[in-house]
């Protein structure tokens, strides 16, 4: 008589849920990059090992140290004698600062205004959409371009209009986002309650949305730093003595066959941050995002 054997219990789902959980090795370089490159911009006036304007011309033109240059330039120096690395440091401080102070304010006024149009609707929302499809339908470099031109190069001029790009995507997702929450038993129950609409969307809507903001925030934050290297090497964007990484590489331009390590570390340093930054905001979107999780399950 054969006896009744009970059915192994398999450990699929725990060892799925352990992959899940443990960060993959890709992104926990890019982690470790993006902690790097904000530690050097927060302590750049402690760690850089001399002033971004300082001036030796003497020292011009250095190689890097490790390819037989001065020992005292760990990456050489430029033109005018001052460090590289040095004025790496002080222009990755001040691309994150901008692309950051960017990302917030445009991810702030387009929220703004997709909360905005799906509470109005009718001829707001009209408005709204206008606008979002004019920004859209418009090469920002362009508008960036002639404000610049126009009104002249100031930091806090450039600061503003790099932060108004994008804003039109987030206004776009906020709104789609919100209206697909008004439509869900949750935010109707809650109204019905008669609770204000400002506290349904700050309390109850704003937290279930946010997950997919933040993914955005992630995919934005490289356009921005791209766009602030764009202008900064048209001329149009940081301008000397201050110093950034598309700046760098606009000075470096006419030493690349000479002095190349004028140009390639900023270059490097644009392209790794971009990289890391990019692939962090897929991997979270992965997280995220509740279609892509029940699909892996």
């Not at 309650?193 to 903001?213: D, E, F, K």
């Not at 934050?221 to 301008?239: A, D, K």
């Not at 570390?265 to 897929?282: C, H, K, N």
């Amino acid at each position: 008589m054969s006896q009744a054997t009970a059915p192994a219990v398999s450990d699929a789902p725990a060892k799925t849920s352990h992959r899940r959980r443990r960060l993959p090795v890709v992104m926990a370089l890019c982690v470790a990059w993006l902690a790097l490159a904000f530690i050097l911009a927060v302590g750049a006036d402690w760690i850089a090992p001399y002033g971004y304007a300082e001036q030796s011309l003497l020292h011009r033109l250095k190689p890097p140290s490790f390819l037989g240059g001065d020992p005292a330039y760990f990456l050489g120096t430029d033109g005018l004698g001052r460090d590289v690395l040095s004025r790496l440091i002080f222009a990755m401080r001040t691309s994150i600062l901008i692309a950051f102070c960017g990302t917030l304010i445009g991810s702030a006024v387009g929220t703004f205004l997709g909360f905005v149009a799906a509470h109005f609707r009718g001829w707001v929302e009209e408005a709204i959409m206008l606008m979002i499809d004019f920004q859209a339908s418009m090469p920002f470099l362009i508008i960036a371009l002639a404000i610049l031109a126009f009104f002249g190069n100031s930091f806090e001029l450039f600061l503003f209009v790099v932060g108004f790009y994008g804003w039109e995507v987030y206004a776009r997702l906020t709104r789609g986002l919100v209206l697909q929450a008004n439509a869900q038993g949750y935010a109707f129950a809650i109204r019905t309650l008669g609770v204000h609409p400002m506290r349904i969307y700050i309390r109850h809507v704003l937290p279930n949305i946010l997950s997919v903001l933040v993914v955005q925030v992630t995919l934005n934050f490289p356009e921005l730093i791209l766009l602030e290297t764009s202008l900064s090497f048209l001329g149009l964007g940081v301008q000397p003595p201050q110093t950034s990484l598309g700046l760098m590489l606009g000075e470096g331009r006419n030493y690349i066959s000479t002095a190349w390590w004028m140009a390639i570390p900023a270059g490097m340093a644009i392209f790794v941050t971009t990289l890391s930054v990019s692939l962090l905001g897929d991997w979270l979107r992965d997280r995220l995002d509740p279609t892509l999780r029940s699909a892996e399950q």
